[in-house]
């Protein structure tokens, strides 16, 4: 269950996180079970009745339209390295409790603020022009990933989305590929328009090594379903590229790039509202990139 509502500095606090539960039918497992033995059956099916997370709002946020959960984006990071896993949790914190008004179009880029070590961040996996090289806040993009699957499952029209330049492996880890948004200050963002009649609140936080973004508003007649992933054109990332560099002693070598394979992936969402129905093509494509590897032309 979940409440929800102002606390004595006027900040707004979320406490829980809006999980169904599930109980056993008794009744209904007892007479499987009998049935079961008497026609000589080994496999029976357990009954669960779901229970409803019940959420419960004041009614300063009530006023706004804060009454249900009508959104929920979700992603995984298994295995990621301990930098991008602080830079995830860390970069998370700053969307929790923010509020949406309708009418308006959110910037996950608006949100951010800094990113450097002053504020916690470290130094991370970044993908850019000149390759994936090492920046304070990489593994964000999970996070701006998550954001975008909760405006793409709540129906909300996308404003702004890019997927990455290669296909990175932990936005498939939900989903399959081609539901990942990429951000990057002055370059990409993620933004949709909050077009319920009422205030959007954002509930963002991590769970062991996946994040969730939770949307609380008020319902509409919306209702949403999604295609995919259909994938094709796939290409080889080729042969590995040698690079001679002068930072690096006579003969010894440094991996800078893994290769990853190119392919395309479409995804398609429809949205039912006032008795229309869209239909909106979701396309990302993901370049083929070969090995790099750097070796040293200098004298030790």
């Not at 920046?135 to 499952?153: D, K, M, N």
């Not at 296909?167 to 590929?177: D, F």
């Not at 002068?246 to 949205?271: A, C, I, M, P």
């Amino acid at each position: 269950n979940t409440n929800i509502y102002r606390d004595q500095n006027g900040n707004i606090a979320i406490d829980g996180k809006t999980e169904n539960g599930f109980s056993v039918d008794k009744n209904r497992f007892i007479e499987n079970i009998n049935f079961a033995l008497n026609k000589n059956i080994s496999r029976v099916q357990i009954p669960v009745i779901e229970i409803r997370a019940q959420i419960t709002v004041s009614e300063n946020l009530k006023e706004l339209g804060i009454k249900e959960l009508v959104a929920t984006g979700h992603s995984a990071f298994v295995g990621s390295p301990k930098g991008r896993l602080h830079n995830i949790r860390t970069g998370i914190k700053r969307y929790n409790g923010l509020l949406v008004k309708p009418g308006e179009v959110f910037s996950f880029n608006k949100h951010l603020g800094p990113v450097d070590k002053k504020h916690d961040f470290l130094e991370e996996l970044v993908i850019k022009p000149e390759g994936t090289i090492l920046e304070y806040g990489g593994g964000l993009c999970q996070i701006s990933s998550t954001l975008y699957r909760a405006a793409l499952f709540g129906g909300f029209p996308i404003v702004e989305r890019a997927p990455h330049s290669y296909a990175v492996s932990y936005y498939a880890q939900v989903g399959g590929y081609g539901l990942d948004a990429t951000v990057y200050p002055g370059a990409h963002d993620v933004r949709f328009l909050n077009d319920s009649p009422a205030h959007l609140l954002i509930q963002a936080y991590t769970d062991g090594d996946h994040a969730w973004y939770k949307f609380y508003g008020t319902p509409d007649d919306r209702k949403i379903r999604l295609e995919g992933p259909a994938i094709d054109n796939r290409i080889s990332a080729g042969p590995s590229e040698i690079i001679e560099t002068d930072k690096l002693s006579k003969g010894v070598k440094k991996q800078v790039e893994k290769k990853h394979n190119g392919f395309d992936v479409t995804w398609y969402r429809y949205v039912m509202k006032d008795g229309i129905e869209k239909k909106e093509k979701i396309f990302s494509r993901y370049r083929a990139i070969p090995e790099k590897i750097l070796v040293g032309k200098t004298a030790p």
